[in-house]
């Protein structure tokens, strides 16, 4: 039944995301076209500005719009009167959640593939490429000086650490919304406030603990928070401690203490 919530969600969120990929593509596609005309005329300049400030506009919807619509639609099939009948299906709660979840994660980290492949076509020349490739290897040889052959496993940390980050974000907003509705007619500012006291709490507890860290450590806060061999494991280890409770307390509400009214 998961995969049916999640091929359901894909196809009802694709809808909307999949034209607005098209856009930028054809928006960075033209705008190398104009950039590449060797033809200088008020005219010409006047259309490359409107066209370079509407791809600039797509780029950042892009990022912003995919994150936003998916909260909307949490909301709207979960906690507005989509509920009712979202609620009744032959499913269980955490289903309802792990689809919504998924498909979040999926269309959040596509977007912002389709940015970097629209800056390549923009872009994209053998110089610029050439250019990447300097930086990436100034890259790694920085990484093999400081890490050692353990550079790899730094570069795969910090991979996973934006990934649990991304489905921390989501989930937090997740149980925001959840606690919010617990207040009867107040619920969008409740949902606001807890969104707000959850990460203030988060972040208490977070500093909490590198202080402590720090103080056994013998070292300062500062110079813990440089040192990745140390952060990046804390960071993924507390993210997932993070996740686990907020998808906890979302799936109790649903279950226990569901508020449609």
Request: aromatic fraction near 12%.
């Amino acid at each position: 039944m998961l995969g049916k919530l999640i091929k359901h969600e894909t196809n009802a969120t694709g809808r909307l995301f999949l034209p607005m990929y098209f856009i930028i593509l054809v928006l960075s596609l033209l705008n190398r076209i104009l950039t590449s005309i060797d033809i200088y005329s008020d005219t010409l300049n006047i259309v490359l500005g409107f066209s370079i400030a509407a791809y600039v506009i797509s780029i950042i919807a892009t990022i912003v719009v995919t994150f936003v619509i998916m909260i909307i639609r949490f909301y709207k099939n979960l906690m507005s009167d989509e509920g009712y009948l979202m609620f009744t299906l032959p499913v269980k709660s955490s289903q309802l959640i792990n689809s919504k979840l998924i498909v979040s994660l999926l269309w959040n980290i596509v977007s912002v593939l389709v940015v970097m492949v629209s800056l390549l076509i923009f872009f994209g020349s053998s110089e610029s490429m050439r250019f990447v490739n300097e930086i990436i290897d100034k890259t790694i040889t920085m990484l093999k000086l400081n890490f050692g052959s353990k550079y790899i496993l730094i570069i795969v940390e910090f991979m996973i650490m934006i990934l649990i980050s991304m489905f921390q974000q989501i989930l937090l907003i997740y149980v925001s919304i959840a606690i919010g509705h617990l207040f009867n007619g107040h619920k969008v500012l409740g949902s606001f406030l807890s969104y707000i006291g959850i990460n203030v709490i988060a972040q208490i507890i977070v500093t909490l603990i590198l202080v402590v860290w720090a103080s056994l450590a013998g070292t300062s806060f500062a110079e813990l928070e440089a040192i990745p061999q140390l952060v990046f494991p804390f960071s993924i280890a507390i993210a997932t401690i993070f996740c686990g409770v907020f998808y906890f307390v979302t799936n109790y509400i649903f279950k226990r203490k569901l508020n449609l009214e």
